[in-house]
């Protein structure tokens, strides 16, 4: 009994090799296949790509996609809750991708620095100079880096996803109010 109970940890690290190998080659096979392994998740999840901010107004400036800035602060509970609840949840995520130009500054941050028409700032100064005087706050622009509108406060991925509409729709430059696009559900 004694001598089986010694070759029991040889028994499982030779299971385990085994169970590791069987599934590497399946998972192998399946790549070849172009299948999805048994248990994963087929659908890719979109993914904000946060950009700085001058790569992203050249980037915006290039493409024709406005842009849409995320000040936050670390110690702030709610800009947390905004990247976890809304920034994360797949509609938003994927509007984001294709259509904005995603930045997010730590408007705290006195070290770093980028430039706005012809100036440098801080990101500390920057969000002054935007006016920030709460977290979360949102600002987006259009594609020439001139502020269209500045959300405050933690918002819901529903009511954000009909920011992001309104925004990518342009219904701001025709004159649309948010209530009439909301209660419309389109800027014509």
């Given at each position: ?14 299971l ?9 080659k ?26 700085d ?52 500054l ?14 440098s ?46 925004i ?16 419309k559900?389109?800027?014509?």
């Open positions: 009994m004694i001598a089986a109970l010694r070759r029991f940890p040889l028994v499982v690290v030779v385990a090799g085994a169970w590791t190998f069987a599934c590497a399946e998972e192998a096979a399946n790549q070849q296949s172009g299948s999805p392994a048994s248990g994963t998740v087929q659908e890719r999840k979109a993914q904000v790509q946060w950009l901010f001058d790569d992203g107004l050249a980037r915006a400036r290039s493409t024709r996609r406005p842009i849409m800035i995320n000040f936050y602060a670390d110690w702030c509970v709610y800009c947390k809750k905004l990247d976890r609840e809304t920034l994360q949840d797949p509609e938003v995520a994927r509007t984001l991708e294709g259509g904005f130009i995603a930045i997010r730590n408007a705290e941050n006195g070290k770093a620095r980028l430039s706005y028409r012809g100036k700032f801080t990101h500390a100064e920057f969000s002054r100079y935007f006016g920030v005087t709460s977290f979360p706050s949102i600002a987006f622009l259009n594609d020439k880096g001139e502020l269209i509108t500045m959300v405050p406060g933690f918002v819901p991925a529903p009511q954000f996803s009909v920011f992001l509409n309104y990518r729709r342009e219904c701001y430059l025709k004159n649309v109010s948010l209530r009439d696009f909301v209660a559900g389109d800027c014509s």
